[in-house]
């Protein structure tokens, strides 16, 4: 299947330094990053996806109504429970005809959603245009944004028009992993219907990460450990796989973009893949934070338009979410 990205654009949050969020907060420090994006209390996750969506095709030069296909791609909850998000981003932007698919595979739904559109275009034969969308919104009566995860969280949307055959930033594979044994290590326990939102049912929100890995592995520092590991292995994994799908080494790969990781984690992940860390996305990452599964193609825009990546270039787009999914997506530019 041929297919290419067109445009990318993107919506964010307003700009926090670390000096404004964490105060005298070493750990917010050592994780190395500079600030973080945080959207008004008015702007919700499908506010950001419309403005990303909206510019991504501005910048690619189309109409809404030459969509045939949106995705859409979401960590964090939407505004709404019982509706669909991306029926509802698809209808704001006037995509009357298009298609439209919800993505909640966490931090990998920007790099997964690649491979539903190779595969939509596949058996939609009149399918030509899809439009791409991942975001991010935190909900911050759920989730910290520091002590939930290993990240600092951001507020922000990141598009991408992907035309059949179109020449630039080719998609050449992409593979993802999943590993469910870990399902419930993210999960939060109210709010189900195993345990709906009440009086009395305690408050809703997902624990932070240092109690959570005490609690899902029950004091055992070994599991634990083992489960870091993993991570790192799985990495390597995914993109071994999707080099061999494409048919490329590794060595090729002249820039890997991870999700929005502390610099720690990246230079794990440049360890585990035996690539210098000047070849990932590490001062991206530091400079905006974690936009949940918009990451990778918010670093793909930021060194297209600076010129670091040129005609011919490999790019793996990397990540990783509660599931646990592991992604990787190939792209020639």
Known sequence: MSLGIMGI???????????????????????????????????????????????????????????DLVILAITDIAEYLYWDPAAAVAG????????????????????????????KFATHPRYRTALVIAANRICETYWDRVETSTSLSSDGATAAVLRRDHPACRWLATEVVTDGRYADFMRMEIGGAARPFAPGAGRPAIAGLIDRMDTYFDGDGRAALAFVEQLHARNREVVERACASADVTLGEIERVLYLHDNAGAFADLAKALGLPLDRTNVEIACDHGHFGPADQLLSLERLLATGELVTGDIVALLSMGTGMHWACTLLRI
């Open 9 to 67: 654009g993107y919506a964010l949050g307003a700009p926090v330094t670390i000096d404004e969020l964490a105060g005298d907060d070493q750990k917010v420090r050592q994780w190395g990053y500079r600030r973080l994006h945080r959207a008004p209390a008015e702007v919700g996750l499908t506010d950001l996806a419309v403005r990303a969506g909206e510019a991504a095709l501005r910048r690619a030069g189309i109409t809404a109504d030459e969509v």
């Open 92 to 119: 704001r932007l006037d995509t009357r005809q298009a298609e439209a698919i919800l993505l909640s595979q966490a931090c990998g739904g920007g790099v997964a959603a690649f491979d539903i559109v190779a595969g």
